[in-house]
T-cell receptor, first 114, second 111 residues
Framework: GAVVSQHPSWVICKSGTSVKIECRSL??????MFWYRQFPKQSLMLMAT?????????EQGVEKDKFLINHASLTLSTLTVTSAHPEDSSFYIC??????????FGPGTRLTVT | GEDVEQSLFLSVREGDSSVINCTYT??????LYWYKQEPGAGLQLLTY?????DMKQDQRLTVLLNKKDKHLSLRIADTQTGDSAIYFC???????????FGAGTRLFVKA
């Protein structure tokens, strides 16, 4: 149980285009989902916290107009990187949970912007 | 502020024990975690400990918590080559889901 999936697992897009990443909790309902960004050989940086049916809470320094988060249901959250640039290339990981100690991570999405 | 620190590398021989250390600064942390990340993959929760506990053992894994020194350690007994990965220490506190991660310790296991 407690499986979180992400789609796609990797994506290459051209500079200036937008790309959407999906995060799904497959066998449980997640009241809260988190989006992280991980640069090579670095730790995870929390980008935003999203609660179902409400606006996401973004961490300081994260542009909410660039990284659009939608949490339309208890099993699905999406992150859209708008007008992507090469510096947005990174590994994006989502997590979902119902309690702090029950946070489950997706396998990650590797985004490459050319 | 919140900060979690770990040493970056650890190398051990197969069969030996590995000890990965972590220090944190937020004394209000309620939950402390150890996650494992293999190359190109997401994070796998290995174990967690509540702040009112000193020790937790789960098969080959032993977690020790020293609240006074804000020090957390993960001991892996009989380390195997399959244990080679990056291990992240993380802290969180009641009242918020925000989880703060350390930079990760890269464990190399030599056959």
């Amino acid at each position: 149980g407690a499986v979180v999936s992400q789609h796609p697992s990797w994506v290459i897009c051209k500079s200036g285009t937008s790309v959407k990443i999906e995060c799904r909790s497959l066998d449980f309902q997640a009241t809260t989902m988190f989006w992280y960004r991980q640069f090579p050989k670095q730790s995870l940086m929390l980008m935003a916290t999203s609660n179902e049916g409400s606006k996401a809470t973004y961490e300081q320094g994260v542009e909410k107009d660039k990284f659009l988060i939608n949490h339309a249901s208890l099993t699905l959250s999406t992150l859209t990187v708008t007008s992507a640039h090469p510096e947005d290339s990174s590994f994006y990981i989502c997590s979902a949970g119902t309690a702090t100690y029950e946070q489950y991570f997706g396998p990650g999405t590797r985004l490459t912007v050319t | 502020g919140e900060d979690v620190e770990q040493s970056l590398f650890l190398s051990v021989r197969e069969g030996d024990s590995s000890v990965i250390n972590c220090t944190y600064t937020d004394s209000s942390s309620t939950y402390l975690y150890w996650y494992k990340q293999e190359p190109g993959a997401g994070l796998q929760l290995l174990t967690y400990i509540f702040s009112n506990m000193d020790m937790k053992q789960d098969q080959r894994l032993t977690v020790l918590l020293n609240k006074k020194d804000k020090h957390l350690s993960l001991r892996i007994a009989d380390t195997q080559t399959g244990d080679s990965a990056i291990y992240f220490c993380a802290e969180a506190y009641t009242g918020g889901f925000k989880t703060i991660f350390g930079a990760g310790t890269r464990l190399f296991v030599k056959a």
